[in-house]
């Protein structure tokens, strides 16, 4: 199957740790599918990718067709494949993870974007021009993608990204060992070619007025949701505490971990203390590991309740980030750094509506904990961006 570089050598470096599947392990991976009537695996996709066809495309090493398949109703398959929630969506629903494995459509997905991109991007044709003029905020996957399906029906399409660098989410928050930045480029460039005007460094309100945004035929708006959510407890506001979202911002758009051989810093703590469970919890940690960090992760459910994806909780826990569950931070501890945190053990109730445990917080002698850190990183969730 799909290889993945050893944790003791990619924990020092950036490079891209799952290596993608061969060909033969591709083509015998699609041979699983059971091309269903109605196939759920499709149903559970957001974009309703026809799945079994591009799969069968594979099992024939048509990738041209398969990529082509692909691309009808989605410009980003090489992105998709790789951090995509496949386990909740498309794969989740593959009828044979009933009694065995699902078929691994992300991973096939990525197999045939590489594929291309070794072949040469076909970019797919847009329609006749409409006369009409849409306005895109946000380049970010919602953005993106809004922007490519607007121009292939023949509108004249104008993408605003506030930030130096077009991608959003893709560029700044997710590490270039999950998705590489060459990756992220060349499939921004692939929707640039359908005639998409990008203009960068352009912020709602300074560079371009709500008035000229209504002047379109249409505005869609796809900020993101980089507002980051904080625990309100104290200490919040000591030097060496970050939101992820600014921590991997830092690291990924502003190269913070070469400072300074470019300009933007970041404290490079010895002892990190990660909150939270989620993806982004995961990304902020394996990003203070490779910056030489010892990464404590600290989330109140259990270990099975943490609901970042199963293989990159493994890679975490493969590249020495431990693992403190059933325990909540109460206080942020210093003066005028970060020299630890102070935590609550959890005990869990009934469940709530996602059958996950309710954590409540224990009383008594031995129910808090301190652990020492310089530097903590709040991983807890983010809300929409405002306009």
Not at 211 to 229: I, K, N, Q, R, W
């Amino acid at each position: 199957m799909s290889g993945k570089r050893d944790a003791a050598e990619r924990i020092h470096d950036f490079l891209e740790v799952d290596t993608g599947l061969s060909e033969n392990n591709a083509v015998l991976e699609a041979t699983r599918c059971m091309e269903c009537v109605r196939p759920k695996c499709t149903e559970g996709c957001p974009v309703n990718i026809n799945i079994p066809g591009f799969i069968a495309a594979v099992v024939k090493k048509d990738y041209a067709g398969a990529a082509k398949i692909l691309k009808a109703d989605n410009m980003l398959p090489a992105i998709c494949g790789r951090v995509c929630p496949q386990e909740t969506q498309c794969q989740g629903r593959c009828v044979l993870g009933k009694k065995e494995r699902p078929v691994r459509i992300g991973a096939l997905e990525r197999f045939v974007a590489d594929w291309e991109r070794k072949q040469g991007i076909v970019t797919p044709a847009v329609g006749k021009p409409t006369g009409k003029r849409v306005a895109v905020v946000g380049s970010g996957p919602a953005g993106l993608t809004a922007a490519a399906e607007l121009a292939r029906y023949g509108h004249s399409v104008t993408l605003f990204e506030s930030l130096h660098a077009p991608g959003g989410v893709l560029t700044y928050g997710i590490p270039s060992f999950r998705l590489p930045k060459d990756i992220v480029r060349d499939e921004i460039d692939q929707v640039l070619k359908l005639g998409v005007d990008l203009k960068l460094n352009h912020i709602v309100g300074r560079s371009v007025s709500v008035d000229e945004l209504l002047a379109y035929d249409a505005v869609f708006l796809g900020m993101g949701a980089g507002l980051p959510s904080f625990m309100n407890i104290e200490g919040e506001g000591l030097n060496g505490v970050y939101s992820a979202n600014e921590f991997l911002t830092r690291v990924n758009l502003m190269h913070a971990d070469s400072f300074p051989d470019y300009d933007t810093p970041v404290i490079k703590g010895k002892k990190v203390v990660v909150v939270g469970g989620g993806n982004v919890a995961m990304d902020a940690s394996r990003v203070a590991r490779r910056m030489g960090a010892e990464v404590k992760l600290v989330y109140r459910r259990r270990m099975e309740d943490l609901p970042a994806r199963q293989d990159e909780i493994k890679n975490a826990a493969e590249e020495g980030v431990e693992f403190i569950c059933c325990a909540n931070p109460t206080k942020i501890l210093g003066e005028v750094t970060v020299s630890g945190i102070e935590c609550v053990k959890m005990d869990m109730g009934k469940p709530d509506e996602s059958n996950r445990p309710i954590p409540t917080p224990m009383t008594g002698p031995d129910s808090t904990f301190t652990l020492e850190a310089d530097v903590v990183i709040e991983a807890i969730g983010q809300s929409p961006n405002p306009l």
